[in-house]
């Protein structure tokens, strides 16, 4: 099975709150994050996510396997912008070099050399640990937050029926949808396809996916206008609806958006105030 | 007479990007406690009749529609969609994809909550929905764990919740297994008893028949070609067009000159199999996931030469992850699986695929490419087989299933019975020497997809053919062996007279015995082997008593 919900009833820090209340606490956090730079400020919000990643009540077993993806991706890109030193020079314009690394070789007279320097170096792990910030608030989602209660959550949050609704039923279908790719694979690779063998450019390699992508998207075609007939005859979108479920907000949830929108407010004004742009020691 | 619940008058329909109408001057009606049966072979305009009863067409389907619906009394032409939902309930083909909720309990609160019933209003009605259907047990379960039988149940308790007096269903028994489709049929039948009025959509009329349908509206391209009780029915129809009972088809067969014998797998000579090593070899497999420990549990079974098996066995019985462990898709966790005498742990996928052809169930989930030739090429090029001789291949291929000159068009284009075709085409392009078939009659009506049997197992090159099924009778007419699996064990092995004589117990494995089985069973001293019922209308000695008493059995 190539996906499936994760999701159960766990003795967790997110599930502790309505789920309404969580979002408005992630959109919060995934705003302030975004407003800084500085390594220390980062430091806070990556505190606070690894607090909600170790009390979400998922075993490493669990997401090992997301978490090491993604852990290894933005340690690649990372190292990326530390090599080339791009993205940096819209928060830094001196740089202070620590080593210059000139590599013994040339190539056609041009002799490929790495510049160390404290402000690539900052910038590097700033970037990192804002990803990885966000990375671990959104990884315990799936596994925390009740698949069947995404549309009322998002009703809750003001969103109309029908946008609340269709955000459900991406829900209901994202595992229909894995085993529709899944099945697809292993036809193909029943007639000698593998995945493995690709090679090309980019343009080749899209047209060597082809045998997965059109029958998938053939698939959910078809699949979809079953889909839209069993709303219709069960009179969707004819009037305002009633959700079986309900939410309510306990004193805690009330406290979280609190803290919220002062997270937010805060990061607000201190931005605004020009804190937290980048920053690297004064060792120099 | 009371007032019919559902009165039809001249009804014809054109789907507006169509040239031909799909239905043309339907006239008909129907009663509380009525149930209906509507047959005919795919492509009739079934349901496009059933999209006209419950007002998609025209609301969603756009066209011409001429003529005049009343449900109870009401002409449905201005009413909307809400309203009709109501009277009407409709239960689609595949549960699962008008299956909508999560969890159970929202799936059947669906329609309540698009009506903005009371809260409280919709959780008695849940819960007498589930406990009617028998399955409140699931009632917080995820829909998406459910087995096919309980998703259609789910499905139909989401209709019901909204109290309809009108029930269509479309081909409910199209995805379930034998022991499935009873239950079904028998809470049809119940839900009729009790005033319901049923429309019911469906190939194997020959199940339907035990529940007794009041009567039968039989369509072809797009009229009615019958209106009546089930006795007129055997009067007008062909036994070859529609699946009828065992008893009825051997006393009409009579007649006509018995069918043409077939050469099963022609390549392969009687006196060569015999002291051959075994084609594919099952060594004490067994198989789990993490989650699901005990898929397949110490299996040992073979595939030798000349073997037409059909494979047997309830939904989630293991029967598609033992296939898949033969192509090398799954690999054992324990045991080992030997093709051609090299064990499946050291050979790819891709190289399995040179002996052992795998088609799956639906076409949709393989055609990509923008002609049939690409389709069939794709395969062969796979294996590196040089150009000249894939086109040979391609060619060969094409005209095994009756597809030659069909070459340039888009395989997406064309009929599923033909996609059918190409996707077993696309396998055979490739040279196995062995067929596997995924419910390969699946989605396709009764006489479209004999054919194709009697096709395939006639098939040149191949030496084994192993299919998957539901369908008893398929087994019992092409398979000279068959195994049988229960909850990941292989629990029976052999002839099919010898596996499917103990129909007691083959009731224990969620296997419903048909007409034909009993009539073969009965006839088994004088034929010595099953035979279709054709073939048993032409034994020297069947006679008049025997068949009388098979016809009693199935009814």
């Known amino acids: 099975m190539l996906v499936a919900w994760r999701y159960r009833e766990r003795r967790s820090l997110v599930q502790w709150f309505d789920p309404r209340a969580w979002f408005i606490f992630y959109a919060a956090f995934l705003a302030s994050t975004l407003l800084f730079w500085d390594l220390r400020f980062l430091a806070v919000f990556a505190l606070i996510a690894l607090i909600v990643l170790l009390t979400s009540g998922v075993s490493w077993r669990e997401m090992r396997r997301p978490l090491l993806f993604i852990f290894a991706f933005i340690t690649f890109f990372a190292f990326l912008t530390f090599l080339t030193g791009r993205g940096g020079i819209e928060v830094y314009r001196q740089e202070h070099l620590i080593r210059k690394i000139t590599f013994p070789f040339s190539i056609f007279g041009w002799q490929p050399a790495i510049q160390i320097t404290w402000e690539r170096t900052f910038f590097a792990f700033s970037q990192f640990l804002r990803v990885f910030s966000l990375a671990c608030m959104t990884v315990v989602i799936p596994y925390t937050i009740n698949p069947a209660h995404y549309g009322i959550t998002f009703r809750g949050l003001g969103l109309p029926d029908k946008i609340a609704y269709a955000i459900d039923l991406t829900m209901r279908f994202i ?62 979108g004819v009037g305002p609806r009633v959700w079986l479920e309900t939410l309510q907000y306990r004193l805690r949830d009330k406290i979280l958006i609190g803290f919220s929108a002062l997270l937010f407010l805060v990061s607000l004004a201190l931005s605004f105030l020009s804190y937290g742009k980048f920053w690297v020691p004064p060792i120099f | 007479m009371a007032q ?152 139909l308790a989401g209709v019901l919740a909204m109290r309809p007096k009108i029930l269509l269903l479309d ?42 349908p009041n009567r039968v509206l039989l369509m072809e391209e797009g009229k009615i070609r019958y209106l009546g009780d089930m006795a007129g029915l055997y009067r007008v129809v062909n036994y070859r067009e529609i699946k009828l009972p065992a008893g009825e088809v051997l006393k009409r067969a009579r007649q006509d000159a018995p069918p043409p014998i ?77 093709i051609n005498g090299v064990d499946s742990h050291h050979l790819s996928v891709a190289e399995i695929a040179r002996t052992l052809g795998y088609v799956f169930q639906s076409p949709s989930h393989m055609l990509f490419a923008p002609t049939v030739f690409e389709e069939l090429a794709f395969g062969p090029r796979n294996l590196d087989h040089p150009p000249h001789q894939v086109e040979k291949e391609v060619m060969e291929a094409l005209e095994i299933v009756n597809l030659s000159g069909r070459e340039k068009e888009p395989p997406l284009a064309l009929s599923f019975g033909q996609q059918k075709r190409v996707s077993i085409a696309a396998v055979l392009s490739m040279r196995s020497r062995i067929l596997i078939m995924d419910e390969p009659t699946a989605g396709q009506d009764y006489q479209n997809y004999m054919d194709f049997m009697d096709a395939i197992v ?35 092995d052999g002839a099919p007279q010898e596996v499917l004589r103990d129909v007691e117990r083959l009731m224990d494995w969620r296997l419903v015995p048909t007409s034909l089985l009993r009539l073969n069973l009965e006839l088994l001293p004088n034929s010595g082997k099953f035979l279709r019922a054709e073939a048993l209308a032409h034994l020297p000695s069947v006679h008049l008593g025997g ?5 009693e059995s199935i009814l």
């Open chain 1, 175 to 236: 595992p229909t949808f894995g085993r529709d790719f899944q099945l697809t694979l292993d036809a193909q690779r029943a007639r000698g396809y593998e995945l493995e063998k690709i090679r090309g450019g980019i343009i080749a390699q899209v047209r060597k996916m082809a045998p997965l992508i059109v029958p998938v998207t053939i698939h959910a075609i078809i699949a979809s206008e079953d889909i839209i007939d069993a709303m219709d005859l069960r009179a969707f």
């Open chain 2, 4 to 155: 019919p619940l559902v009165w039809v008058n001249n009804l014809s329909f054109r789907y507006r990007d169509r040239p031909e109408p799909a239905i043309r001057e339907i006239t008909f009606e129907a009663q509380a406690g009525e149930l209906l049966l509507i047959a005919g072979a795919s492509g009739c305009g079934k349901t496009t009749l059933i999209r006209c009863l419950n007002g998609l067409i025209p609301r969603s389907y756009k066209g011409e529609l001429n003529g005049e619906i009343l449900l109870d009394g009401k002409s449905i032409a201005n009413l909307p969609l809400s309203r009709i939902s109501q009277m009407v309930g409709t239960v689609l083909q595949d549960p699962e994809r008008q299956i909508l909720g999560t969890r159970v309990r929202n799936e059947v609160a669906f329609g309540l909550e698009n009506l903005g019933l009371p809260r409280q209003e919709i959780v008695q009605r849940i819960d007498e929905a589930l406990s009617y259907l028998g399955i409140h047990h699931l009632r917080d379960r995820e829909t998406f764990n459910l087995s096919g039988g309980e998703k259609q149940k789910v499905a």
């Open chain 2, 171 to 212: 081909e409910p028994l199209a995805s379930l297994d034998p022991a499935s489709a009873q239950e079904t049929l028998r809470i049809v039948r119940q839900m009729v008893d009790e005033g319901l009025c049923v429309l019911m959509v469906e190939h194997r009329v020959e199940d339907v028949l035990k529940i007794h």
């Open chain 2, 262 to 338: 077939l050469q099963v797998l022609p390549s392969v000579q009687k006196e060569e199999t015999d002291g051959k090593p075994p084609l594919v070899r099952f060594e004490q497999v067994s198989f789990g996931y993490e989650t699901k420990p005990n898929v397949l549990r110490k299996i040992d079974f073979e595939i030798r030469r000349g073997d037409v098996i059909a494979v047997l066995g309830a939904n989630g019985a293991g029967k598609t992850t033992l296939v898949k462990h033969a192509i090398g898709l799954l690999k054992p966790t324990s045991g080992r699986v030997l």
């Open chain 2, 458 to 492: 006639q098939l040149p090159n191949i030496e084994a053919i192993l299919f998957i099924t539901h369908d008893l009778d398929l087994a019992i007419i092409y398979a000279n062996r068959v195994a049988l699996m229960s909850e990941g064990r292989l629990v029976a």
């Open chain 2, 547 to 551: 068949k009388e008493n098979s016809r």
